[in-house]
């Protein structure tokens, strides 16, 4: 802990000194540089010394273009001593620049606005509150992996110190043709690797697809949809000529709401969220053959070909037979001209929540939300329109474009709003997609991936966001355990305004002859571990300095980030600071010893079967969801209820299907952290939802 100190308003944290970083030669000269508005594009492959000389000469331009600007801003020009301390100042800039940015960062990063003033933290736990666990288990002890690993210790064995550094660091942002590029092993045959966004599609490329987001993709509860989706993603990457797609996105689960980047994940369920993830990355792994406010919205991906809600509706409609008018703005003058909609039979509202990644802020939202309510007077365009809609008596529609759950209270039980389509962020075909749907092309069949709730509080303490650092290293207790979104709901007994997993369509529908089958005992633990592979083994022999020399008449680019040092005197002698436990052999945990985990935890256990009937008039799509409760127990706090297994069924009027759904011993089982395994309760009974 540190100690306090009060100066007026402000207080400050004393502490330990913090250990200097240990960086790389090639990193810390990369960050020295005295860059300025006229830095050469990072790929320009002239040497420093050329770069000097134009850079000079620049200079002295820029320093005549502020005295032309200075006269003429104040009606004279600088002093002699203005010009001289202007020229002491920028000979001293060059190398303390960085310093002084440096010191900016520091600063600002330590710094949290609180009630009371201005409070400084300087130190605080190296590890926050969340010790390490060293070290990490060895790789290469399955069967499975045997080859790979094989291959890859004979590569590693042939590689030199600059090119094990290359393959395992970036070259710097955006140096090559992706945004993370890392340098290749010439001599061993290893190519550098292309590392691109995103989630939604290529980023900074041209020709590609915009696909709808995570969240989106995950409100359709549709394997098939999620598998081709990642197909797609795949291919195109591959085709570009990337190796890696940064994506899809595992996480945020959606723990807090308002999360500006929680659309990136499929939901906050976990179990909903691994179907998608592992959908995907089979899919886009084969592919790859190596491991309108939504185009404002989705910052990750170029709307090359983006088609509007209003695009769609005008060219889906005969305009001989429909009279569509069309108010591009959030605020139409209803007041003072309440004809304009008064004649209308049926009114569309759009509105939406955004969101995003910090270093972007528009309309006062800074990445993670502000609250729940939609932007830019949503809340007002939509009463204003659903009580004027057709004179009071018209019908009103609602589409929401939002990266999570958005609060509707304010006009959700107003009698002229008939529905409400919760759109998340589609993508390109945002348009078409939506006008199919309301015409009744393709029957709505999506279900909520998260739950709407009635207030941003009704999400509890684990669902606020943490606008501003709490300490040095800022630090979030996940004290609310399991229970997120609809487990939290359900925990406490929340009335939510949407629930997980619910959404209408154009028909309806009948589960019945639900049954359920024991496959295998339960027991409390999986099978003893499998007996592993011994992991491939490395020569830890130090090489000599000499081997990460720059080489002779070497042209370095500007930013670039090299595996080399200029000398070997840059190399100090020393006892590498290495963690406590870092060498301190772990025993296997008894949890693992296969892909994934332990291979019979994914032993079948029970068999459930149930009946799904279309009762309606059209053709529909319903997700069946199987949830569970586990049987009581005085020592473990479980859930109301958890989602396990989902299928979507498309169905015919009067059509029924069987749909069968395995639990496997995973899916009856919880962590246990006195036991450090997967344990499943063998008394009492489980109960199916």
Known sequence: MGRYQKRGDSREVFGDDQKESLLRQSTHDSSRHSL?????????????????????????????????????????????????????TRRLWGWRKWLFIAGIILSASLMLIGGGGLWIYKSGPKNGQSPPWYPSPPGGTLSSWERSYSKAQKMVERMSLPEKVNVTTGVGWSMGMCVGNTGPAIDTGFPALCLQDGPLGLRFADRISAFPAGVTTGATWNRTLMYERGRALGRESRLKGVNVLLGPSMGPLGRMPAGGRNWEGFGPDEKYASVYLVKTLVKARVEMRVQIEDAIKERAVDFEELVTPLDALKDAFDPEKVFLTTFPTNKPPLKIAPAMIKDQDICLVFINSDGGEGYISSGGIRGDRNDLFPQKGGDALVQSVASGCGDGKGETMVVVHAIGPTVLEKWIDMDGVKAVILANLPGEESGNALVDMLLGKVPPSGKLPYTVGKSLEDYGAGGQILYYPNAAIPQQNFTEGLYIDYRHFDKHDISPRYEFGFGLTYTTFNLSSISLDSVKAKTAFPSPRPKSLSPPSYSEEIPPASEAIFPASFRQLKKYVYPYIKSVSDVKPGTYPYPDGYDVEQPPSPAGGGEGGNPSLWDIHA???????????????????????????????????????????????????????????????????????????????????
């Open 36 to 88: 300025n508005d006229f830095d050469l594009d990072e790929l320009d492959s002239l040497s420093e010394d050329e770069y000097r000389e134009i850079n000079t000469s620049q200079r002295a331009k820029r320093l005549k273009s502020r005295r032309s600007s200075y006269a003429t801003a104040y009606g004279t020009k600088p002093s002699s001593a203005h010009v001289a301390i202007t020229k002491a």
């Open 607 to 689: 068999e459930v079967k149930i009946t799904l009937k279309n009762t309606g008039a059209t053709r529909g799509s319903e997700v069946v969801q199987l949830y569970i409760t586990f049987p009581d127990d005085e020592k473990i706090d479980f859930p109301v209820k958890v989602l396990r297994q989902f299928e979507k069924l498309a169905l015919d009027p009067n059509e029924s299907q069987s749909v069968t759904f395995q639990l496997t011993r995973k899916d009856l089982s919880y962590w246990s952290v006195g036991d450090q395994n997967w344990k499943m309760p063998t008394q009492g009974k489980f109960k199916i939802r």
